[in-house]
């Protein structure tokens, strides 16, 4: 009965399935028809022309989609909690060559488009300063919040009007999405996301990631960039199929519905313990040492985060009957 | 019946297996057991104390070898032909900070100590020039040729008389163990090899390579330099599955020394034709162009490489028809 | 009567007579006889070994510094207003290829021990976040304030402790040195500082800074560093000549405490109009726009520095009546 | 009778006296009127519109200059004798993040547009290879000799037509356009250079070379990147007055004039010594052991460079009676 991380949970069958089905010979890097096959898959999912990049984790996707948006010598506005921020070690910095991040602060993990103004307009135009080049934003949030797409539209209308790019980490899309109930494209390209890293690891995926770039021109260099940081597999053709098997009859939808469906029964147990509202698949529930240690005596796995507070991760492969124990465990405390 | 690449070839069905057995709930990134008995279970294999990494690729594997070996203020020697000088799209650069690839002529890919020598003699000791840091040798050699443990001595002995770190870009590792019959250890740490880049991939591995590094104190800085180059994987315990099911029974031997005898049946075929002798599992050919075109119109697959000259390559999975057939056919020109 | 920024100071009489006596046929870069003196020259002045290096600027100084204590996989402490954060163009992440700067707040532009302590104790020690590596303080500070020698000491023991490096940006050193009155070694090498960039520039120099390493085996990299960074001067004896008839009977104390008079001068006008207490050569004064308007009226030459207050800096130069008239425009306000 | 370097000789007394006049209270960096008239100083001077930025060494020229125009993810082409790939430090491949320089041969340090040509054709187009994408030529070349006008015109030609960028090291610019008796513009922009080094510390200059852009769109990043490098000096009105001393009346033609007499008359007296055909201010001549010894014996300074060949450099300041000396005695042997 592990809550950990969606990061431990096991990879779905499809995707194993997927992967045995590419196991032929073939093209090596990414010039099978797997690979080749993903701009149009996504350009298609997104409504708009699509660059789509297989990458092997998330922190690369989120580091080379920085690259793309913001120069060596620029910043990205981010959100103090920001995963590029503070679990990466530094990857942005490095795939930037130094760039700079530069942090706000913000109620449930998100950034508003007044604190994002005020920052730019708190810095010189000079060489002094470094200027703001690009907004990161995290779709589901830190704090397992989602932005709605009129709050992306707003940050995208801004960083236009300011001329800055606009990267949505999306480690956590699936689930953003689900709990939203939009079209893909209407929570970025559309409310104006330059470049997004859309999950599939942490959602049911093995080995690879997906960068999309809604800005085409940004393709030929990333890929270079791609390559420069090690990333372009030799043999491609298996991480194109294990992220295709889950973009198939929107398994990737279904696998974030289980994961938001548990993690909201585990919400509605938590009640006015929650330290932030359940809109994805991450739930924050508020207990003392005595009350988490009677949940871990019970077999329950799952981070302290923070003082006073826990974490609980759900995943595609939620079992109903551990959510139900869990849920009856929390409001038995 | 391709002979394009080992990397086109599929993966070998104890990976797949491998992989499917580790498909369950466990520690995110590379805390899992499989990940953590890596460094035993190559230690083991080298006998001596190894700190051993799985990395997405071999490109990211020999960087981050370089990077450990080379400051950014420093220069690594290597042959012109090496893969990591013209064939990954400045990773090592990337890496390293920017260090130089100071480059050396030598028959088969191989470069040897006199050349060596000459070269860090040739420069002066002060701030202008950059200062030789690092050797990199690839065994196999990009022409196919194997260094012998002697070889690999001498320049290690050379290294470490100068101070310089030594890298193996064993991409074909195996392939080279296999012609020799030598031990893993006698040909890198016995021999003065500080990181060994050994390749699982093109020997019928799916998605990772090995960074292992004889020297444990460089192992602390170079985690922390893969996080960065964002390739720890959330689900490795799938690569250290994948890695492990090849070292099992000495599974990667075996693979090897399939490919190796197919490359050697072709090359008895081709005889003079012979660009280079055969020593792994790539062969060159000397074709002119009508005769490339009849092998290809029989349906044989592989690479021109430079004038006059194809280039063909055996894997794992080399089907003895197919290869009697090449022989047969280039027997017939 | 400008009191825009010791930056615009002109260069002292004694600076120029040095550059003109330098002025004959010698060994380029710094291999004349001036630069190679400044190593025992400085190591005679902070009573300890010092490895010292002219540079053409502070932010070189900095950035070097950071560089020589702080691999591109760490972080820096220092305080938010500092420098090195906010003025310097990102030349920090550029010369250590991309560390982070973490920021702390405290009063005075001073950052304190315990909140040191605390930011390090909320990092994970492992690769998903970047560790601390290096602490940095401005002496004195970007508030006009000082360390003392107590308080820097509290935070060089801390260092030790963490196993962190501790630079000082001494851009007004001889402003704090002279309002202390301690030795510069007190202040420096006995309190803990590994790396010290040294202003001269701003007290009457005219094109090179010194950076001063008091652990002599970071001499060689840092070196190799500046050359790297387009830092070595081909006619690097002029450059040494400007600092050493700076250090020549203690005119860089002797130009600093005329600046600190100035500045005391028209802190004391400003009584409790005074942002913040005057403690080297710059001097905050609460304005309204009104009165700073009257100010400029009347001939008086300064920055704004935030809502409504105003920065008055002095320097070597500064003129006993143009102080003098606008302590009492000041004080008629 | 000192013949070592360029860089050893004295500052034009011109020089000191305009940093004399330029000893006055004024802005801060590059904010004052004599580093603002550079832009337009160049752009008359060139015939063409030019951004001028002063920087303090030729590395960092050259450095930001290939930075300018080649980013972290290409190559940049150049001689294998040229001062950015052999005695900068790996400057070059700071500046630009990780670039790499690709090297060619050809006689007398100059390379022609069929070699360069055939390297760019060599390279495949994929992201395994590292792309061309600039291309940089030495004026004059390590071996003393000059590219004419046309020779320049042909490789801008080819630098257009394959879409790269082209820098000119000027370190010897001065002398070159003494020996050729063509306008600057001749022998840059007209001819297709996008970034000119232009050297005036070797030519009796202090403290700053100048950093000419001929593509205005590249100025304002070029302008980031300098500061981010340490290279904004704080009275940089210092710089800009030492640079334009030497432009005034032409002062630095003048002054390369009488270095390029010097070496001729060195040159001719070295007859059939000459290692290269003397064309601008450096003179290699064939001498045994022997013979250096009896020059040195009889006072005169030099480098040897390379086996059986010293260098002579002169400069602005040759003394004539020193030249007759030296010619002499080469004539002596």
Redesign the interface.
């Known amino acids: 009965m ?1 809550f ?2 969606d ?5 779905h069958p499809a995707v ?1 399935a997927a ?2 089905r590419a ?7 990414d010039g099978d028809a797997l690979s080749r096959s993903l701009d149009a898959r996504l350009s298609d999912l997104f409504g708009a022309p699509a660059t789509a990049l297989w ?7 989120n ?2 989609a920085l690259a793309a948006l913001c ?3 620029g910043a990205v506005l981010c959100h103090e909690s920001a995963h590029i921020n ?6 942005p ?9 530069m942090t706000l602060g913000g109620d449930g993990g998100k950034i508003d488009p007044a604190a994002i103004a005020a920052r730019i307009d708190g810095l010189r135009d000079d ?4 200027p703001a080049r690009a907004i990161s934003i995290t779709q589901a949030t830190e704090s397992g919040r989602v932005y709605t797409p009129d709050e992306v539209a707003a940050i995208g209308a801004l960083a236009r009007a300011r001329g800055l790019g606009l990267h949505m980490d999306g480690a956590r899309f699936a689930n953003a999405v689900a709990r939203l109930g939009c079209t893909p494209g209407a929570l970025t390209v559309e409310a104006g996301v330059d470049a997004l890293s859309f999950g599939f ?2 959602n049911g995926g ?2 690879a990631e997906l960068l999309v770039l809604f800005r085409p021109e940004l393709g030929g ?1 990333t ?13 491609g053709r ?2 194109a199929a294990s992220i295709l098997a889950l973009l198939d009859d929107d398994l990737w939808l279904a696998n974030a519905r289980v994961a938001n469906a548990a993690a909201a029964r585990i919400g509605q147990a938590a009640g006015t313990r929650l330290a932030s509202p359940v809109e994805a698949n991450e739930v924050f529930v508020r207990l003392t040492a005595p009350e988490a240690a009677t949940l871990r005596d019970k077999g329950f796995g799952f981070y302290d985060w923070g003082a006073g507070v826990a974490r609980f991760v759900t995943a595609w ?1 939620a079992d109903g009957d551990a959510v139900a124990a869990l849920a009856a465990a929390i409001e038995a405390l």
């Open positions: 592990q950990f991380s990061n431990a949970a096991p990879v194993l992967i045995a196991d032929s010979v073939d093209t090596a890097y990458v092997t984790t998330g922190t690369a996707a580091a080379l120069p060596p010598t503070v679990d990466e070690g530094g990857a910095e490095f795939y930037t060559h130094g760039a700079k991040l060489v002094h300063q470094v690891v942490k093995l080995m260099e890929r270079r960039r791609l390559k420069r940081g090690g990333h372009l597999m030799s043999k298996y991480a492969n």
